[in-house]
């Protein structure tokens, strides 16, 4: 049973997680938010991938995991 993932992040981040899902052997890449030229272009070699307009749409979709590509800089935004 293959899991499905998702994908909210940057077309940096999109592209590394989906060689490394290709990789897996086990998981498919169903569904990234953006319509940047790296999600069409991994739209094109993969008949299954869904491109969101926006990130509400993929929550809502029936996907196994959603991976939430953030950016690595410290965000102190959220202490007291």
Known sequence: MAVKYG??????????LAAAIE???TGILSGVVGNSA???KLAQLNQQLTIFSD??????ADL????????????FDFCL
Do not use: F
Request: no cysteine; charged share 15%.
């Open 55 to 60: 990130s509400q749409k993929l929550l809502a």
């Open 7 to 16: 994908i909210i992040g940057d077309a940096a981040a999109t592209q590394r």
């Open 64 to 75: 196994d995991v959603i991976y939430l590509a953030a950016d690595q800089q410290p965000n």
């Open 23 to 25: 990789a897996s052997q």
């Open 38 to 40: 790296t999600n069409q």
